[in-house]
């Protein structure tokens, strides 16, 4: 069964951390590029960060510059968000995608079903 899954949502009080996961099954992510994107309630989903194999780059929207870092580990089927100084404003609903080929993150093939992430003292 082709699907990702993504961990490691929760409740976590502004200033803190956690790192998100995004596991492959039945497809190899090599060949793709990887993005997370997040949906806060009553907003629209946006683009977060995304790294693609065709350019070695990885790119973050304006927000989270400085205090997320994306990674993958191909070898594990495996892309991770570590997140820090986390601020209220980062409460949202956190998705992988997966593009094949693909030199930016479009969310054009395969999508997870999220895990939320809560900030709030």
């Known amino acids: 069964q082709v699907q990702l899954v993504e961990s490691g949502g929760g409740l976590v009080q502004p200033g803190g951390s956690l790192r998100l996961s995004c596991a492959a099954s039945?497809?190899?992510?090599?060949?793709?590029?990887i993005g997370w994107f997040r949906q806060a309630p009553g907003k629209e989903r946006e683009w977060v960060s995304c790294h693609s194999p065709f350019t070695g780059i990885t790119r973050y929207t304006d927000s989270v510059k400085g205090r997320f870092t994306m990674s993958r580990d191909n070898a594990k089927n495996m892309a991770y968000l570590q997140m820090t100084s986390l601020n209220p404003e980062d409460t949202a609903v956190y998705y992988c995608?997966?593009?094949?080929?693909?030199?930016?993150?479009?969310?054009?093939?395969?999508w997870g079903k999220g895990t939320l992430v809560t900030v709030s003292s």
């Open positions: 995608a997966a593009d094949y080929g693909a030199r930016l993150c479009a969310g054009t093939d395969y």
């Open positions: 039945g497809f190899s992510l090599d060949n793709y590029a």
